[in-house]
């Protein structure tokens, strides 16, 4: 008996956590449209323009009725243009159903990238996996939860810009490759949305117990012959962390002492412009 009071009392954290999750991660949590969609005359090229505006700092994937869909980049984006006679022609189209996403799908297999611990060196940490399903998903998705203590700072565990996040307190981190950290269980943010972020800066306070962090993408796989995807379309990943001797991918519960984090950590979505201007002022600083 005491044990099926384990799994419910588990099962009931679980689906707080997703819900949890979703708040932060959802944009259907604005009170307005995060990308509207109009159509507007273009009197310099007498033409008319389908535009997709884009309120967030990360970009979206936007599925149209008649299974198309495009990219749209932070701002406005003309996605169509036809030329009319004048403003009060028909532009052979108008607004239409859509529906957007949270990223855009990688070019290629994102490589995942490398992590660093969300807590200052020095500390100690327990890393703990966990499972996550969805209601409309029969997937299980992965996260990981830190132990941590009310108030104490979180830091990025990899560099990036912050997005609109549908709970202020949450973070969301859009990284180079087009894969998400997304920061969970937080009482405060110390970043705002369109803020460049860099590994291991402040970004965050702890409700207290544990923070959470999941790792995910906009996965082309959920999205049937381009039409508005079926299910959760995004796929999660456990990352490799920096444990100061090599990169791990934690799987089991462990606990650690809190590296430094190596210059190559700091530099791996760096061009070779910065990297050069970063070894170049450390080299001064020494």
Not at 231 to 256: C, I, N
Request: glycine share 6%; net charge positive.
């Amino acid at each position: 008996m005491r044990y099926k009071s384990l799994i419910v009392l588990l099962t009931f954290a679980a689906a707080l956590y997703a819900q949890e999750f979703r708040k932060v991660f959802s944009s259907s949590n604005s009170p307005e449209l995060v990308v509207q969609n109009i159509v507007r005359y273009n009197n310099a090229t007498k033409s008319r323009e389908r535009i997709y505006i884009n309120s967030d700092y990360c970009s979206y994937v936007v599925v149209r009725k008649g299974a198309r869909y495009y990219n749209a980049a932070p701002g406005e984006n003309i996605v169509e243009s036809r030329p009319v006679q004048s403003q009060a022609a028909e532009g052979n189209f108008t607004t239409t159903d859509y529906h957007y996403y949270r990223g855009v799908f990688p070019s290629k297999e994102p490589a995942m990238g490398y992590y660093a611990f969300p807590l200052a060196e020095g500390e100690t940490i327990t890393i703990e996996p966990h499972t996550i399903r969805f209601r409309d998903s029969e997937r299980e998705e992965n996260y990981l939860s830190f132990a941590i203590q009310e108030n104490d700072t979180v830091y990025a565990m990899r560099g990036g810009v912050a997005c609109l996040a549908g709970d202020k307190k949450g973070v969301i981190i859009n990284h180079i490759d087009e894969t998400f950290s997304v920061y969970y269980h937080m009482r405060k943010a110390l970043v705002s949305p369109g803020d460049a972020v860099e590994v291991g800066q402040p970004i965050g306070l702890a409700a207290g117990g544990k923070v959470y962090v999941s790792f995910l993408y906009l996965d082309e796989k959920y999205f049937k012959q381009k039409e508005v995807a079926e299910e959760y379309p995004y796929t999660h990943f456990v990352p490799q962390l920096w444990d100061g001797t090599r990169y791990t991918q934690y799987e089991m519960t462990a606990s650690k002492v809190v590296p430094a984090i190596p210059d190559e950590l700091v530099m791996q979505d760096m061009s070779k412009a910065q990297k050069k201007r970063y070894l170049k002022n450390k080299n001064r600083n020494k």
